[in-house]
């Protein structure tokens, strides 16, 4: 069966999607979005931590995170609903002195684009994290304007927003294939019919590449997956999301990070040092085990704290680890925001709208040169190969 014709389509009701179709209704056009699951933002949104940060070493994800963050910051003040929005600023508490070299030589790069942020001293930890260790502690980062939202709350925002601009949301409905006519896009197709676009964004989280091969074309996003945990709520008392770059002495993870939320929870997530590649989100029994020492040798007060549940989710890996923002040049009016790895949530709404700029505009609303780092036809071994020397 045939449907109404949109302006653009979206695949993908999530952290990336959502924003996008936000900001294609600001530029006035007729979206539909399309999601396999049954809701807004049940994919990898909700299993978000709710970090939003600009503290990267990419120069496009510092800009386009610089950019999530006016948004976020804002929405409540411009939009009137309450996205769980928290100043707390991020802290990189260090006790290396390796650590400490490497973070000193990013922060050139990071203020050179305008990023708030500087080395403060151990007193200054103390007072942003209360009873963080202090053995051995050198010091760390500190980036004020960063901060913390409610993924769930946020995805709902951008839906209702959408909604009301005359966006249609079609849920429980994958896209099962593209429709194409001379090498340019026509549409999706679902179980349930067609619909029809001159303009198709793929935004499917770690369905990206299965997406990509519904055009003939391989898109190198390969999903692994993370843990993450939450507490019951407790009285607050740090504001800052914590970042622990020291390895693991368990030998099986690399850092490790964990806020408190606008309720007081503390959710909590650790980077695998060994990526577990697939798409299986069931939770394992080393997690807590693992999380806990950690969190308790940073932060003894924490050994009382009652965890409330645990999950897995996706992050969509690119092999340099960096975004694909583009158009498709095989086939005109496809376009790409995928392979966020991990940090979809925070890098969302800068990517809704440097989409919508490059879709209607014909370029994205950061500097073109530097978004031409996060493209689909890049070297994606190259920054990887040079990492290696």
């Not at 909590?268 to 308790?296: D, H, K, Q, W």
Request: glycine share 14%; with cysteine.
């Amino acid at each position: 069966m045939s449907l109404a014709k949109y302006d653009a389509i979206v695949i993908g009701a999530g952290s990336v999607g959502c924003p996008i179709a936000y900001f294609l209704t600001l530029e006035g056009l007729k979206v539909l979005v399309l999601d396999g699951e049954h809701s807004v933002g049940q994919g990898q949104n909700k299993a978000a931590i709710g970090g939003v940060r600009a503290t990267h070493s990419d120069p496009a994800k510092i800009t386009i995170c610089i950019e999530s963050l006016e948004i976020f910051s804002t929405w409540k003040e411009k939009h009137g609903t309450d996205i769980g929005w928290i100043n707390g600023g991020y802290c990189f508490p260090i006790y290396r002195e390796i650590d400490e070299e490497k973070l000193k030589v990013l922060l050139p790069v990071q203020k050179s684009f305008g990023l708030n942020i500087d080395w403060v001293g151990p007193e200054k930890i103390i007072q942003l994290v209360p009873g963080i260790n202090p053995v051995g502690l050198r010091g760390g980062t500190y980036s004020p304007h960063d901060g913390q939202i409610s993924p769930l709350k946020a995805a709902a925002a951008f839906w209702k927003e959408s909604r009301d601009r005359g966006a249609e949301f079609l849920f429980g409905e994958p896209v099962t294939g593209l429709l194409r006519s001379g090498g340019r896009i026509e549409g999706v197709e679902t179980g349930r019919g067609k619909y029809y676009a001159d303009v198709v964004v793929n935004a499917a989280g770690g369905h990206a590449g299965e997406v990509g091969r519904m055009a003939g074309i391989e898109i190198p996003v390969v999903p692994d997956s993370h843990e993450g945990g939450i507490s019951a709520p407790m009285k607050r008392f740090f504001d800052p999301l914590i970042v622990d770059i020291r390895p693991g002495p368990e030998g099986r993870t690399a850092n490790f990070y964990f806020g408190q939320n606008d309720r007081g929870q503390v959710i909590f997530c650790y980077t695998p040092i060994a990526p577990i590649v697939g798409t299986n989100r069931s939770v394992t029994s080393e997690f807590m085990p693992v999380i806990s020492r950690r969190l308790i040798e940073l932060i003894p007060r924490l050994r009382n704290m009652l965890i409330r549940r645990v999950w897995r989710g996706l992050y969509p890996m690119t092999p340099d680890g960096i975004i694909i923002l583009d158009g498709v040049r095989e086939v005109k009016g496809l376009f790409l925001a995928v392979g966020m790895c991990g940090q979809g949530f925070m890098l969302g709404p800068g990517v809704g709208l440097n989409m919508a700029k490059l879709i209607v505009h014909g370029k994205p609303g950061i500097d073109p040169e530097v978004f031409s780092t996060i493209g689909f036809y890049r070297d994606f071994h190259a920054k990887r190969a040079e990492a290696l020397k």
